[in-house]
């Protein structure tokens, strides 16, 4: 199976389940050409614990880094046991991903395991392609990029659904969680990808970022714009970031090169269409 995804051929092997497939539809390529990554998805029956530096990262997720620094990042379940494992090769482009079928204890199919696997290892290879992945509802305005970041539960989507409700088919939602973003000689662009939260909206489709909104809740419309260094901790702080420092360093290089070219804005607001055209305004855009 090939994906097409942010403008990189991913190939994964041995990963034909139904639930991957028809989650990828619209990210199936059919270009024969060289990949930029390969996956390679291996169902074990047991993966041992890595030896090495770990670091706790978040949702049960672990970073180890082996005495010849070796980078792996696996996942847990029950007590002292291992089900999901990535090995990257040292330039992250290619990647072996270790599973075990732990339906019987979490009720999670192998096939959505993998998908999320799979999200994982994008995630951080990209920051390999002059990107990363930002948690943000992003919209295309009338081929305009515009990213509604913040914590989880804060608004960004009903934002995102708030501009379709009112400009229609001038909005198309790219992606609602986790969308990606790449830096091209001085334009960033925004991209859809297969992961894309609780709603599953997301399009393979790609636009030139116009601006980033970080969101938050109040009781009045209010816009302000950040300066550089209050935007790049918003952006970093939504952002997956590696503990290998090179990889951080390329990470953090990625955000700077992606505020170069883009403003980030404060949006203080009530669930409601007012928002909308405040922003709107604010934002100069017809």
């Known amino acids: 199976m090939r994906l097409s995804i942010a403008d990189l051929e991913i190939e994964i092997k041995n990963c034909n389940y139904d639930y991957i497939l028809n989650k990828t539809r619209k990210y199936q390529s059919g270009s024969v050409g060289p990949a930029d990554m390969t996956i390679n998805c291996l169902l074990v029956e047991n993966i041992e614990k890595p030896e090495g530096k770990t670091i706790e990262d978040v949702e049960g997720w672990n970073w180890c880094i082996t005495e010849n620094d070796e980078i792996i990042l696996y996942h847990g379940y029950g007590k002292d046991k291992i089900g999901s494992l990535i090995r990257w090769s040292d330039d992250f482009s290619v990647a072996d991903a270790y599973a075990i079928d732990t339906f019987k204890e979490s009720g999670l199919e192998i096939g959505i395991k993998f998908f999320i696997i799979i999200r994982h290892i994008l995630w951080y290879a990209i920051i390999k392609h002059k990107g990363i992945m930002l948690h943000s509802s992003a919209i295309s305005y009338k081929g305009k990029g515009i990213l509604f970041s913040a914590p989880s539960g804060t608004g960004k989507s009903t934002q995102s659904s708030l501009w379709k409700q009112e400009f229609k088919d001038d909005v198309i939602i790219v992606n609602d969680d986790t969308p990606f973003i790449r830096n091209f000689n001085g334009t960033s662009y925004v991209y859809g990808c297969p992961w894309s939260g609780k709603t599953d909206i997301n ?10 909104v970080s969101v938050r809740q109040g009781k009045e419309n209010k816009i302000k714009e950040l300066t550089a260094t209050e935007g790049f901790f918003r952006i970093f702080n939504e952002t997956k970031k590696p503990v290998e420092s090179d990889m ?11 505020l170069s070219n883009v403003k980030v804005y404060e949006l203080t607001c009530r669930p409601e269409k007012e928002a909308v055209y405040a922003l709107k305004e604010a934002l100069e855009i017809i």
């Open 203 to 212: 399009e393979q489709m790609k636009v030139p970022v116009r601006a980033v």
């Open 248 to 258: 951080l360093d390329m990470a953090m290089d990625n955000v700077i090169a992606f």
